[in-house]
T-cell receptor, first 118, second 115 residues
Framework: AQKITQTQPGMFVQEKEAVTLDCTYDTSDPSYGLFWYKQPSSGEMIFLIYQGSYDQQNATEGRYSLNFQKARKSANLVISASQLGDSAMYFCAMREGSGGTSYGKLTFGQGTILTVHP | ETGVTQSPTHLIKTRGQQVTLRCSSQSGHNTVSWYQQALGQGPQFIFQYYREEENGRGNFPPRFSGLQFPNYSSELNVNALELDDSALYLC??????????????FGPGTRLLVL
């Protein structure tokens, strides 16, 4: 089974509007972390936001917020006030466990291409 | 800017050759991870190094090997290159302090083409 599922291959949004990128995950480990990264065409993965499995509140970082629904195993990224520079590939990723060999291993989804129209 | 650099940016090799990719981590980061990203796919975890020792490996054969040095640099070596090794190779560094919340910071990647 896929550990990270991003069901939207592509999304379009008008500039200044909000957009939600979907991510569902699958793990039996009670301790895990969820990450969102942005990858422009240049290739570099840019960290956006992190949510820990024990965090009580949804994470927010500027225009980015994470809609964390633990029971549904979803961690959707919400981008408010979209900008043209937000056009890129977006990846959801998960790290299972809290120590040892889990530190480095991120499992990524297939990604969603976001296009922001003027 | 993440403070993580990789070299070279692009590389062309032929099948059967060997290649070494290099990464310079953020100063003070004790963990480096390497990922392979095929075109149109998400990155796949190759392995990680923690304090200069391999500490976790994904589903990659032994011809993928690595080194981590005390000066925050690291290498990914791939022997006997195959056509399917053509991909973007990303390294990511982090400072592991035991909370499990550590963020990985990625470099710009090396694009490898195997002919």
């Amino acid at each position: 089974a896929q550990k990270i599922t991003q069901t939207q291959p592509g999304m379009f949004v008008q500039e200044k509007e909000a957009v939600t990128l979907d991510c569902t995950y699958d793990t039996s480990d009670p301790s895990y972390g969820l990450f969102w990264y942005k990858q422009p065409s240049s290739g570099e993965m840019i960290f956006l936001i992190y949510q820990g499995s024990y965090d009580q509140q949804n994470a927010t970082e500027g225009r980015y917020s994470l809609n964390f629904q633990k029971a549904r195993k979803s961690a959707n990224l919400v981008i408010s006030a979209s900008q043209l520079g937000d056009s890129a590939m977006y990846f959801c990723a998960m790290r299972e466990g809290s120590g040892g060999t889990s530190y480095g291993k991120l499992t990524f989804g297939q990604g969603t291409i976001l296009t922001v129209h003027p | 800017e993440t403070g993580v650099t990789q070299s070279p940016t692009h590389l062309i090799k032929t099948r059967g050759q060997q290649v070494t990719l290099r990464c310079s981590s953020q100063s003070g980061h004790n963990t480096v991870s390497w990922y392979q990203q095929a075109l149109g796919q998400g990155p796949q975890f190759i392995f990680q190094y923690y304090r200069e020792e391999e500490n976790g490996r994904g589903n990659f054969p032994p011809r993928f090997s690595g080194l981590q040095f005390p000066n925050y640099s690291s290498e990914l070596n791939v022997n006997a290159l195959e056509l399917d090794d053509s991909a973007l190779y990303l390294c990511a560094s982090s400072l592991v302090v035991g909370t499990g919340m550590e963020t990985q910071y990625f470099g710009p990647g090396t694009r490898l083409l195997v002919l």
